[in-house]
């Protein structure tokens, strides 16, 4: 297998790794758990782009401007990233997920807090871009799009993994 392809698919499976990760956790926070998902695909909105979308039930429709942005990104200079999923898992995928969780529910508790209610709260993810030049791969599982990339960055002359969210928050009327 060519070092390139070896890299592509040993990102595949650390963004879907990462990707599950943020998935448990964004569904599993009880306090904000009244906070409507919709399904940012069927929006077909990218970042920066404001649309109006609606509740997968109910009539709650909220604007939502894809003006929020989680990223994480690693310089990996270790070997074993491409061939040790269990390496990739603690010191990528995690780390990773950790993060982009994070900035995301703390933007989710923000709103809850201002809208007085959870109910009130939609989220989306919007479509990111992908250059077709860079090793990566953009995926939707279970209404979240991540973006994940592996770059050369030449001031630090290692490469990187990267990976990221654009996403928007908005309260229904």
């Known amino acids: 297998m060519s070092a390139m392809r070896e890299a592509q698919t040993a990102l ?64 990996v200079r270790d070997t074993l990233w491409p061939t040790d999923r269990a390496w990739a898992y603690e010191n990528i995928s995690r780390p990773a997920a950790r993060m982009l969780v994070g900035r995301i529910e703390s933007d989710l508790r923000h709103a809850v807090d201002a809208a007085g209610d959870p109910a009130r709260v939609l989220f989306a993810t919007a479509n990111l871009p992908l250059n077709r030049d860079v090793c990566g791969f953009v995926k939707s599982f279970d209404r979240v799009t991540m973006r994940s990339m592996l770059t050369y960055d030449i001031g630090r002359l290692s490469e990187v993994v990267t990976f990221d969210v654009a996403y928007g928050i908005g309260v229904a009327e």
């Open 12 to 75: 595949d499976r650390i963004a879907t790794d990462a990707h599950l990760l943020i998935l448990d956790n964004l569904h599993t926070l009880d306090d904000i758990g009244g906070v409507s998902y919709v399904y940012g695909d069927e929006l077909n909105a990218g970042v920066g782009e404001t649309v109006t979308a609606q509740a997968d039930y109910g009539s709650r429709k909220a604007k939502l401007t894809f003006d929020r942005y989680a990223d994480w990104s690693l310089r």
